[in-house]
């Protein structure tokens, strides 16, 4: 019965999407067309969704749910809760950061993939990807993985940039143009790069999982040099560089440097970076335009925090095949980008990023939303553990007498 329940819910909210789909909602995107900000609003959204682990199906059971929960649960599951948050927040884009598919129990992993990924296709949405360290242990390499992903409907993601040596598969960037009949509507004014931070050592002496390389670190920054030249070089010359974000798999070493006092979200399980600090943090760091970074892998970790002007954020595991924690809700990331308005009523640059969670629970409740970061600014609004807010360098409110240097920095803010 509860099968047959979940298969219902499947197919109600599959038929929903269809004709919602059907209306025809104006995205700016697609394989076709570039990504824009949108005219009404000046925003640009884009829902992030790590670690599906999409196998076979309605034969693949769920992990780690509740007795409740467990009978009839399956993959579809992670569909109808695709199907959900898609509805509920109408992204201009979707990401998803890798394990998309557990290739190891996938029966066919180009089926698999299709069938992960079908609810943004279905819905006619533009959407993107990068691989992790489980999606190439089936019936496709890793190569194959990226190629299947590239061939696919609706997708902006790539396989590599042309005539570029480069490791791994899916290292791209894509550009978000200002809001159409604007000034800046020809300008990149938001920046997205993907990158595979691959699956494992193949050093034998190093133990454990893939970095990104040297290589990866060279077309990244290269890249970033030439999208700020353009943007603050090319007519109309802007003051300064727009700002990016970064989504790649397999968490930087740096993941680890949050307590419970410095970051927004959970950390419920070891940071499962490589063994290894390839320097990635500190490239994003030096080219200075990537204002947050956001990775899955560590299904049971959600959290946000900020380190040298960077905002780290984990998304949290997505999919119900995938391991998680009994009782504690499968979700997803939303990132929200919103321009700046002038008096006369002119779109222009990036004002602030937005982020906050949605979860798979009966309400779709969305959690713990904050300012990641505002132009002007180090960064934005959080809250204290005691509910109180302050804002910059996830500073708590206890402790500010004991660092009189900064004094004048958080009061301009508070």
Known sequence: MAACHGLLLLLVVAAAAVAYAGKGKGHDGGASGGLRFRREGGTFKVLQVADMHYADGRSTPCKDVLPAQDRGCSDLNTTAFLYRVLRAEDPDLVVFTGDNIYGAESTDAARSMDAAIVPAIAMRLPWAAVIGNHDQEGTLSREGVMRHLVGMKNTLSRFNPEGVE?????????????????????????????????????????????????????????????????????????????????????????????????????????????????????????????????????????????????????????????????????????????????????????????????????????????????RGSNGGRQKNRDGSSVRDGNLPLHIKHHVRCWCSAISQRL
């Open 166 to 374: 480069i490791d791994g598969y899916g290292n791209y960037n894509l550009e978000v143009g200002g809001v159409e009949g604007t000034l800046l509507a020809n300008k990149s004014v938001l920046n997205l790069y993907f990158l595979d931070s691959g699956d494992y050592s193949t050093v034998p002496s190093i133990p454990g999982y893939g970095w990104i390389k040297a290589s990866q670190q060279a077309w990244f920054k290269k890249t970033s040099a030439i999208l700020q030249k353009n943007y603050t070089n090319e007519h109309p010359k802007q003051k300064d560089p727009a700002p990016a974000l970064a989504y790649f798999h397999i968490p930087l070493p740096e993941f680890g440097s949050f307590t419970a006092s410095n970051m927004t979200g959970v950390r419920q399980e070891g940071i499962s970076s490589a063994s290894i600090n390839s320097g990635f943090y500190t490239t994003m760091v030096e080219t200075g335009d990537v204002k947050a970074a956001f990775v899955g892998h560590d299904h049971v970790n959600d959290f946000c925090g900020k380190l040298t002007g960077i905002q780290l954020c984990y998304a949290g595991g997505f999919g119900y095949h995938a391991y998680g924690k009994a009782g504690w809700s499968r979700r997803a990331r939303v990132v929200s980008v919103q321009l700046e308005k002038m008096e006369g009523g002119e779109w222009q640059g990036v004002k602030s990023i937005k982020t906050w969670k949605r979860l798979d629970d009966q309400h779709l409740t969305t959690i713990e939303s904050e300012v990641l970061w505002n």
